[in-house]
């Protein structure tokens, strides 16, 4: 798995603040990559990844209408509170 980001991602969208519900979002996702035995962690600069040999793949998540509901109540919080202004 690859992750790109901007660096104005975690913020809000005047660029002035820190959007905690972001930030919290990406530290689940950090935390739960750190979980996972069989994943490990790198910079481009540090370890630039490398093909996978065996091309085993994972199973996605199945869809859950209630994780998708929500993450949109989640973004639209965000905008509320975080948004231009």
Known sequence: MTLVS???ELLSRDRKRVNPIVRR?????CDAL????DVSTA????NPPAPRKDRR?????SHNPLRT???YAEQALSNVLYGAR
């Open 6 to 8: 901007h660096s104005f």
């Open 69 to 71: 509901l929500h993450r």
């Open 25 to 29: 979002r990406f530290e689940s996702l």
């Open 43 to 46: 910079t481009y600069a540090s």
């Open 34 to 37: 750190g979980r996972m035995s």
């Open 57 to 61: 793949t994972s199973v996605p998540l």
